[in-house]
């Protein structure tokens, strides 16, 4: 069981960054690759980036590239999310998520935490 919690999410404006955090407890972090997805009003859920469990590579969805760097410690169990140039299209929930299989498929992962509101304005 890994519980996770979001945090570094806010108001910014076009052109702007945001980095998200998510801190993970209950078991052992490295054992999980580790995602980032977003859900805007009314959208489906999507996935942003994923990394391995040892941080050695990573992927991203076509709308983070050049844009969005995932990361993770291990020793802090946390995965963070930088996000550069941001767009008002970028507006979202933004979740983490962890799962035993590397890719940018949602269903493959097995534990959410709540989220966290990003906002960008034009």
């Known amino acids: 069981q890994v519980q996770l919690v979001e945090s570094g999410g806010g108001w910014v404006q076009a052109g702007g960054s945001l980095r998200l955090s998510c801190a993970a407890s209950g078991s052992t972090f490295s054992n999980y690759v580790m995602g980032w997805f977003r859900q805007a009003p009314g959208k489906e859920r999507e996935a942003v980036a994923a990394?391995?469990?040892?941080?050695?590579?990573?992927l991203y969805a076509d709308p983070a590239k050049g844009r969005f760097t995932i990361s993770r410690d291990n020793a802090k169990n946390t995965v963070y999310l930088q996000m550069n140039s941001l767009k008002p299209e970028d507006t979202a929930v933004y979740y983490c998520?962890?799962?035993?299989?590397?890719?940018?498929?949602?269903?493959?992962?097995?534990?959410w935490g709540q989220g966290t509101q990003v906002t960008v304005s034009s």
């Open positions: 998520a962890a799962g035993v299989y590397y890719g940018l498929g949602s269903s493959t992962y097995i534990y």
């Open positions: 990394i391995r469990r040892l941080g050695t590579s990573s």
